[in-house]
């Protein structure tokens, strides 16, 4: 009975053992996105109840994975060094959409007069300095802790006004062009938000993603943490 007694107690602490090692090769093989950024993905309150890009997100990801949010709504390049320092510990891939609000900021220069298409351009060429310099701010900061990271272009937006889109639009590839060289230095993962985001009914209001965006975005943030790969040269762009 005691030899009995004796087998039964070592099988279960073996199946015990068994059972913690198994949990602790599921928490290594855990897989943590974490979103950085703006309102592209923190739009919760612009979706009127609907989920919004991590709702979406974490209906996608496959088992293994889980997603959080440190974005916020109104985020601007400066802002992102302080949202990388509450990454958890447990952080594996980092996906940051950032610089939309540095543009909106400035949008006041669409409509200041020039003599010359020329005068404008140099105009453009400040701006476009002062966001490059605090873009790669951001990206340093998003780098640093070592992680995978896919970065974003900004949107051209769902504004009523055509003219006023066309401007957008023609200034927006200006503000992306410096977005993707910085990704094309870095090797990191694009997504293209324009291509992704690019009808109607993908905003809720003129620059904010509706439930329907978000579920886009949700999936290319998924194509993108798989695919990904830092040691090819240039960057990997997805767009739809």
């Known amino acids: 009975m005691a030899c009995a007694r004796r087998?039964?107690?070592?099988?279960?602490?073996?199946?015990?053992?068994?059972?913690?090692?198994g949990a602790a090769q599921r928490g290594a093989n855990m897989k943590h996105v974490v979103l950085l950024g703006d309102s592209v993905f923190d739009n919760a309150r612009y979706v009127?109840?609907?989920?919004?890009?991590?709702a979406r997100l974490r209906s996608h990801l496959a088992e293994g994975w889980k997603a959080s949010l440190l974005a916020v709504d109104g985020a601007v390049t400066r802002d992102i060094a302080a949202q990388v320092a509450r990454l958890s510990g447990d952080a594996s891939h980092l996906v940051m959409?950032?610089?939309?609000?540095?543009?909106?900021?400035?949008?006041?220069?669409?409509?200041?007069?020039?003599?010359?298409?020329?005068e404008a351009l140099a105009l453009m060429a400040r701006l476009l300095r002062e966001f490059e310099s605090s873009y790669r701010d951001a990206v340093a900061a998003a780098m640093q802790p070592g992680l995978p990271l896919t970065i974003c272009t900004i949107y051209n937006g769902n504004f009523p006004d055509p003219a006023y889109r066309?401007?957008?639009?023609?200034?927006?590839?200006?503000?992306?062009?410096?977005?993707?060289?910085?990704?094309?230095?870095?090797?990191?993962?694009?997504l293209d938000l324009r291509s992704i985001c690019s009808q109607p009914s993908d905003y809720a209001n003129a620059i904010e993603p509706s439930s329907s965006g978000a579920d886009k975005i949700a999936q290319a943030i998924i194509r993108a943490v798989g695919q990904h790969d830092a040691s090819r040269p240039g960057a990997l762009i997805l767009s739809r």
Do not use: C, W, Y
């Not at 009127?48 to 991590?54: A, H, Q, T």
């Not at 959409?97 to 020329?118: K, T, Y």
């Open 7 to 21: 087998a039964f107690l070592s099988l279960a602490a073996l199946g015990m053992a068994g059972a913690a090692l």
């Open 166 to 190: 066309e401007r957008i639009m023609a200034a927006a590839a200006l503000f992306d062009d410096v977005i993707i060289r910085v990704a094309t230095e870095h090797r990191l993962g694009v």
């Open 97 to 118: 959409s950032i610089g939309g609000n540095d543009a909106l900021m400035r949008q006041n220069i669409l409509e200041q007069p020039s003599r010359s298409v020329g």
């Open 48 to 54: 009127d109840g609907k989920p919004d890009v991590l």
